[in-house]
């Protein structure tokens, strides 16, 4: 298994976050994304790699970790222009498949920016067609996006499960293992069947036969 944890700019649930550090960090590298480093630095982690154009971030703690950057060649800075196509996260989260990775946390992702929340949510496809396993996590939801078969594990604390078509419809849909179940059935754009779902099995499964799933558990 090859972890990567990203804390990004957004709004960082230190509560969640350190949930992903206790389990996670021994084996991950981390990258800090623009203003996420601020939290890094806050909680005294020293990331593997930073990206950002740091037009968010503090000038100050930017200049902090470049000056142990050039002391400690493990740490890799990626500078990006403010002006460019992608964004912070979403180069990120494309190094960290690009350096292998087999499973990537994301912290810092959602908060009061809707359509940042939106599109970060959308990178989950990235890894989905990447078959990486991606998780964007808060101290309420944890989500993941699927495009095949899968089982469905209990995360502990989180009550609801929630199954939302992801670009169109995901057919031949069938749930197992719910508290409700369907059997060869269509989702599409703007269904709301598969909200606040419950797990009653601890080998709860999905088939599907085409399309992507966004899977969310949550609690209130």
Known sequence: MNSFIIIAGGRVDLYSLNGILERHLEDSKVIAVD????????????PDVIVGDFDSASSIVVGVYRKMARKQASIQFVDLDTHKD?????????????????DIYISGVTG????????????LKVCADRKVSAYIVDDHNVITMINTDAYINKIDGFEYISFIPYGGAVKDVTLE????????????????RGISNKLISEN?????????MIVNYSKD
Do not use: P, W
């Not at 709860?204 to 992507?212: L, V």
């Open 177 to 192: 293992g719910f508290e409700y179940t369907v059997e060869h059935y269509q989702f599409e754009i703007g269904d709301s």
């Open 35 to 46: 203003k996420g480093l601020e939290v890094c630095n806050k909680i005294g982690i020293v």
């Open 86 to 102: 992608l964004t912070d996260t979403h180069v990120a989260i494309l190094h960290a498949i690009d350096a292998g990775a087999t």
């Open 204 to 212: 709860a499964h999905i088939s599907m036969a085409e399309g992507y």
């Open 112 to 123: 009061t920016r809707m359509d940042h929340t939106m599109a970060n949510i959308g990178l």
